[in-house]
C-alpha cells in the first residue's frame, strides 16, 4: 500500500493536472492488495453464508474471487448456500439460470472454477460446433 501512496505522491503531471499512471511491474502492489481484500472479504461472506442473506456485493465478490481462483475448493456452508438459493443468486447476477441447466448448480460448485461456469454462463471453448449424426 506503501508503495501506491509514493506513486500518487509522484505521478502528478502539473503541465497537464493529471496524474501518470505507471504500468507494468509498477503497479504489482495494487494486484496484492486487491487478492488480499478478496482473502478478507471471502471469509466475511463465508462466514455470513451460514446464517444471513448474501447480497448482490456478496454475490459479486464471490465471483471476483472465483476468476482469481478457479481450482480452490468451495467452502461447505458457502456451496450449500449457492445451491439453496440458486434462483435468488441467479437473479442477483443477472443470469439466465436455465441456460446452463439447474442440475449444474449441484455438481459444478465443488472448486471455484464450477461457480463461474455455473453463475457466470461460462461455456466450453469457443469454436465450430460438431453435430453427430
Do not use: C
Not at 76 to 101: C, F, H, M, P, W
Amino acid at each position: 500500500m506503501q508503495k501506491g501512496i509514493n506513486q500518487a505522491k509522484t505521478s502528478w503531471n502539473p503541465g497537464k493536472q493529471t496524474f501518470d499512471i505507471p504500468s507494468g511491474k509498477q503497479l504489482d502492489w495494487a494486484k496484492v492488495v486487491q487478492n488480499k481484500y478478496l482473502d478478507v472479504e471471502m471469509k466475511k461472506i463465508n462466514s455470513k453464508s451460514k446464517n444471513q442473506k448474501l447480497n448482490k456485493k456478496d454475490l459479486q465478490t464471490i465471483m471476483n474471487y472465483a476468476q482469481s481462483h478457479p481450482k480452490e475448493d468451495v467452502p461447505k456452508s458457502l456451496k450449500e448456500y449457492l445451491i439453496q438459493n440458486r434462483e435468488s443468486v441467479s437473479r442477483d447476477l443477472g443470469i439466465d439460470l436455465a441456460t446452463n441447466g439447474i442440475e449444474q448448480v449441484g455438481f459444478g460448485i465443488q472448486k471455484f472454477g464450477g461457480v463461474l461456469n455455473t453463475y457466470g454462463g461460462y461455456r466450453g471453448p469457443k469454436g465450430k460446433k460438431v453435430l453427430f449424426k
